[in-house]
């Protein structure tokens, strides 16, 4: 059953608990996830017995503006708020204070979903948080969005064991070029190789341009997504207030529907803007 879409939804405010401070580029990463999310869960709501949500870094729900008073929805909020809900959210954070405004802010909402959350490092617990979603029956979207490299290739790995589609934050130039000559020394074993299963993106960056090599280091990451059996892919780029790149968002999916449905969701941006249509 879907949502009663008359519902009033709280206004995410300063309540007195954990909020994290994010840039105001924020807003479209998260504008783009909503989109993704609720056409997904309209499409495939009498399609499948179970739709699963799995957060990897759920933060605490709420997030504020740098600079700014406003505040807004992060990834598990939106994910339960959803006009056609999930059968079940599968939350995890590392950190205690945003776990408890995370189960604060989820049990004050009218319609209160079924979720899972723990505080824990999703790269260690990723076993743990898999055993709720069935193997069979359920289609799924991973959304993994660390602050840096913090995602390990083997969760990844794991996730893939389920019919899930990923939305990754590649932390490409705020983390990954930055301090590449740090991580190229730390040899085996960095954060980089880690969250690429690999350490051929040594050869890669050495090789490529400095100018290219962030686009380099996407195409890596997806020819490896593609031995997980992926398919289907699409990258979306996003810039600080000054206009530098900072990261990107890569999205996988082994079935075509499932770009399309990405696809869909950015064509209109955080400002109603509608870009060109896709060809292919």
Not at 178 to 184: E, G, I, L, M, S
Not at 194 to 208: A, H, N, Q, Y
Request: aromatic share 10%; glycine share 6%.
């Amino acid at each position: 059953m879907g949502r009663d879409a008359e519902v009033e939804l709280p206004d995410p405010h300063d309540d007195g608990l954990a909020m994290p401070e994010i840039g105001p580029w924020g807003r479209r990463k998260y504008h783009f996830l909503a989109r993704y999310l609720n056409i997904f869960t309209t499409a495939m709501k009498e399609k499948w017995s179970q739709l699963h949500y799995i957060d990897l870094f759920a933060g605490a729900g709420f997030a504020r503006i740098r600079d700014s008073n406003d505040v807004v929805y992060t990834s598990p909020m939106i994910a339960a708020t959803l006009q056609h809900p999930f059968t079940c959210l599968h939350l995890c954070d590392k950190n205690p204070a945003n776990c408890i405004a995370l189960k604060a802010r989820l049990d004050a909402l009218p319609c209160r979903p079924r979720f899972n959350l723990t505080n824990a490092d999703s790269n260690e617990f990723i076993g743990e948080m898999l055993a709720g979603v069935p193997a069979r029956g359920a289609l799924s979207v991973t959304f993994a969005d660390p602050f840096g490299l913090h995602l390990d290739f083997n969760t990844v790995r794991e996730i893939a064991k389920r019919q899930s589609d990923l939305i990754v934050l590649m932390a490409d130039n705020m983390d990954a070029l930055r301090n590449w000559a740090t991580y190229y020394q730390d040899n085996p074993g960095s954060s980089l190789d880690r969250f690429m299963g690999e350490s051929g993106w040594r050869e890669v960056l050495k090789s490529t341009p400095s100018a290219r090599q962030a686009e380099a280091l996407r195409k890596r990451y997806i020819e490896k997504l593609k031995t997980l059996g992926y398919s289907e892919f699409d990258t979306e780029g996003f810039r600080n207030s000054r206009g530098a790149d900072i990261y990107s968002l890569v999205f996988a999916s082994r079935n075509r529907l499932g770009l399309k449905f990405w696809r869909e969701a950015r064509k209109v941006d955080e400002q109603g803007q509608r870009g060109l249509p896709f060809t292919n």
